[in-house]
């Protein structure tokens, strides 16, 4: 592996486990398969990013914006792959006072772009020959992005019954689309990273989720974001979550902050699970740093995961937060809720909102921010239906005007 000049400015020092930090790792190679010390039989531990804190720039937070991730390189891993201009989403006010932070304005219409400008970037640094991720949606769209932006091959597994737009994503660029059954995808990424020398973007391990330990970190330039724009660090963070890295990334992002002095507190953080899934909710209940839960039928098929992460755990519990579950009722009405305020969103993404609205609590001490995660133009069933001819008279125009709403 080569060490990466090209992102001088990053003051990232090593991979440390998540499971004990005083466990350290060089920072290259990204060690995707977990912490080899302290990573058990029975579980895979994910890795952390350490950085030089007492080097960050004191204009870091106070400079006029840059687009993209660039703005942030110091509390990044190096940034050796180009942008696109991922991050500077809008925060937005619903009538009640509730935040919307709209990730659905990133350059593939989700948040995951924050992760591959960050995971794509380390596998360029490594040298790796190309990149392997599974996904059943967003994730792949990005990854697929990202890579033809390095120019690096990506393979993607995905199902056979992705989204329209996702579809369309991976075809335009140019990615190698793999439909295999689900058992065989873990075992086929990890040769594909070892005999053929790609870098997994996304989870490898069996006994845990891990993922790429450089992924969440961009996820951090969410709550950087919103602290720019509150100014200050919110009450409360409401996110949908799956495999719980962007729910670690956000409470990282907020942590560092408040540690850099730049906030004097840290947001609680919130999880949202659909019910039929519900790993974190299930993980916390018993105590387990990791459990696999059985999946049953939803819409939200982007957070519909069956094993958790540690990294979900340590969000939750640090901040003082609390993961809760909802149906697929609650996400469809926060999604309404947001249509009818004209933001569009995939079903999964409407989670956190869902998870406010059904859970609370109302914070009073402060700001509170939901998380909405992709457009939705990502949904399954975006590309179904049509509309009905409407007679061109002017009774039928003025009876459809002033129709009640729904009908």
């Not at 790429?212 to 969410?222: A, D, I, N, Q, V």
């Not at 979550?241 to 004097?264: I, S």
């Not at 697929?328 to 947001?338: F, P, V, W, Y």
């Not at 995660?373 to 990502?378: E, F, Q």
Request: proline share 10%; aromatic share 6%; net charge negative.
């Amino acid at each position: 592996m080569n060490s990466p000049t090209s992102a001088p400015r990053s003051l990232a020092t090593a991979q440390r486990s998540l499971l004990d930090p005083s466990v350290r790792h060089p920072l290259w190679p990204p060690l995707t398969e977990g912490c080899p010390v302290t990573s058990t039989d029975e579980i895979a531990y994910p890795l952390d990013i350490d950085y030089a804190y007492d080097e960050v720039p004191a204009e870091l937070f106070t400079r006029p914006a840059a687009h993209g991730l660039d703005r942030w390189a110091p509390l990044l891993p190096p940034l050796a792959a180009p942008g696109l201009g991922e991050g500077n989403t809008p925060l937005i006010e619903l009538p009640d006072g509730i935040w919307i932070k709209d990730e659905s304005r990133n350059p593939t219409w989700s948040h995951k772009d924050r992760l591959n400008r960050v995971t794509v970037s380390a596998a360029v640094a490594s040298g790796a020959r190309g990149i392997v991720v599974s996904s059943s949606g967003n994730h792949g769209a990005a990854a697929a992005a990202y890579a033809a932006r390095a120019g690096l091959p990506c393979a993607v597994f995905t199902s056979p019954h992705a989204p329209p737009a996702v579809a369309s994503h991976l075809r335009a660029y140019g990615a190698t689309v793999l439909t295999v059954p689900y058992e065989s995808v873990r075992p086929l990424m990890r040769r594909i990273v070892h005999e053929l020398g790609f870098q997994a973007v996304s989870s490898v391990t069996d006994t845990a989720h891990t993922g790429h330990p450089f992924g969440p970190e961009g996820y951090k330039t969410l709550a950087y974001e919103i602290a720019l724009d509150l100014g200050r660090a919110p009450a409360a963070v409401h996110l949908p979550t799956g495999y719980g890295e962007l729910l670690f990334g956000v409470a990282k992002g907020f942590q560092e902050l408040a540690r850099l002095g730049v906030t004097d507190s840290v947001p609680r953080m919130y999880a949202t699970e659909p019910a039929a899934a519900g790993a974190l909710t299930e993980a916390l209940r018993t105590g387990n740093p990791a459990v696999r839960v059985p999946v049953g039928p939803t819409v939200a098929y982007a957070i519909d995961c069956e094993i958790t992460s540690y990294r979900g755990i340590l969000a939750v519990r640090t901040t003082g937060g609390a993961s809760r579950t909802v149906t697929d009722g609650d996400m469809l009405r926060a999604c309404r809720e947001l249509a009818s305020l004209g933001l569009w969103c995939e079903t999964s993404a409407a989670a956190g909102l869902a998870g406010l609205r059904t859970h609370g609590p109302q914070e009073t001490e402060g700001p509170v921010v939901c998380v909405v995660t992709s457009s939705g133009y990502k949904d399954v069933t975006t590309a179904s239906g049509t509309f009905e001819p409407t007679p061109p008279d002017w009774p039928s125009i003025k009876a459809a005007l002033t129709a009640e709403p729904g009908h």
